[in-house]
């Protein structure tokens, strides 16, 4: 797929705070070689786990792209949180090197550094979830199993050995947290292994909180299963014939309404939603989530869709407002 993005700046704002608006300042002064917002930010995050998850997840992405961490821990190395956005953008080093060149020299260096920092960021702050959602992000480059932490028995038999007990150190913190669940799937969808991925959804989803952004999982499901087909025309009528997919689809929308005013999605998943209601023929609601989602958008899943992603997105909000009229 081509991964451009041109966006629209009057109508689509692609940025990786999403609706945070706190976030938002944090990351534009971490660009320009800032922290001071970042800092503050974290204090304030600590003791909401899913907040601190996303909020040093995005910190992490950005700081990644320059020094300001390097020279942060230069004059603060004590820093609250700073262990914890440097085990952030350790791993996002390593994952795509490892994807790249598995085995590499760099790939396999880039991976031990990423694990060194997330055991001492467990050890800096012991209620910290990020070390174990950057150990299970890693899982992914172990193709083989080769680590014994990642062929742990799952506690449901129907399950098959994973890194679980990554899974559930996440989870300790807090049991619903969105990143560990997107990890674990991602673990087992970039393994091509949708049947083990589709069980776990299944599993552990009928449990989630009314309005959690967990409903969304499903959404990422499909999306996979038709980015990896043959024949995307065939695939594509999942939205429309499978009434189990259409029901998802609507369940999903529900719990997204449950959650306005009081916990939102994340844009990503907003965005997944919008589309999974377009291609299900349900465009009044899919505008509903377009208009709340305004006007912030992320790369997928219109990247994984289209060879076009922003003619899809255009195409998917102009028939969806149509719709409305």
Known sequence: MNTAFALDPGRF???????????????????????????????????????????????????????VLRIWAAEEPAAFGLTALQSRVAVDRALPAGRRQPGSRDAVALEAAAREWCWLAASVLADDPVPWLGLLT???????????????????????????????????????????????????????????????????????????????????????????ARRKDA?????????????????????????????????????HLAHALWAARQRREAAEVLTAMAPFVSAQPWQSLSERPYDLLRQVTAQSYAATG
């Open 13 to 67: 704002v692609q940025h990786p705070a999403g609706h945070d608006g706190d976030l938002r300042v944090a990351v534009e002064e971490l660009r320009h070689g800032r922290w001071w917002s970042a800092r503050a930010l974290l204090a304030a995050t600590w003791g909401d786990p899913g907040a601190w998850a996303s909020r040093t997840q995005a910190l992490g992405a950005v700081a990644g792209h320059t020094d």
């Open 138 to 228: 890693l899982a992914q480059l172990d193709s083989g199993l080769l680590r014994a932490e990642h062929r742990v028995q799952a506690c449901d038999e129907m399950l098959p050995p994973g890194p679980w007990g990554l899974f559930d150190q996440a989870r300790r913190v807090d049991p619903w947290g969105r990143e560990a669940f997107h990890r674990l799937l991602r673990f087992w969808l970039s393994r091509g292994e949708s049947g083990p991925a589709a069980g776990f959804l299944a599993t552990y989803l009928p449990g989630a909180p009314e309005g959690s952004a967990l409903h969304a999982l499903p959404l990422y499901l499909y999306v996979d299963r038709y980015r990896r």
């Open 235 to 271: 695939v594509q009528l999942q939205w429309t014939d499978d009434q189990t997919v259409r029901a998802t689809v609507l369940r999903a929308f529900e719990h997204w309404r449950a959650a306005l005013g009081r916990d939102r999605w994340p844009v990503g998943d907003e965005g």
